[in-house]
């Protein structure tokens, strides 16, 4: 069974800036997309971005685009989510997913497996 482990969250002012990371231990990292969601306290969980198997094609959610980076690392099956800007909007736990494919993709039911979430908390 996949493991992914996420790491990096905590708490930063308004402005700031943090970066995610996730490993897996699946072999198939280097095969499928991966994807990072979020869900604030009282609402469901939403897209944030994702990436396909080769890495160069980037999907986000309007609300964090270009503040937001993804990006995976082969070697260590690590993606990561460079997060800048950082607003109280952005306040949530952070999950990443590794899809069942090799595409990126903002529907939860294309990921299969799933890390148990990071928190970020922005101040304002």
């Known amino acids: 069974q996949v493991q992914l482990v996420e790491s990096g969250g905590g708490l930063v002012q308004t402005g700031g800036a943090l970066s995610l990371s996730c490993t897996a231990s699946k072999r198939t990292f280097s095969n499928n997309g991966m994807d990072w969601f979020r869900r604030a306290s009282g609402k469901e969980r939403e897209f944030v971005a994702a990436i396909d198997y080769t890495g160069a094609r980037p999907l986000y959610a309007e609300s964090v685009k270009g503040r937001f980076t993804i990006s995976r690392e082969y070697t260590s099956s690590t993606v990561y989510l460079q997060m800048e800007k950082l607003g109280p909007e952005d306040t949530g736990i952070y999950y990443c997913?590794?899809?069942?494919?090799?595409?990126?993709?903002?529907?939860?039911?294309?990921?299969?497996?799933w890390g148990q979430g990071t928190q970020v908390t922005v101040s304002s």
């Open positions: 997913a590794e899809a069942l494919s090799n595409v990126a993709s903002r529907l939860e039911e294309r990921y299969g497996d």
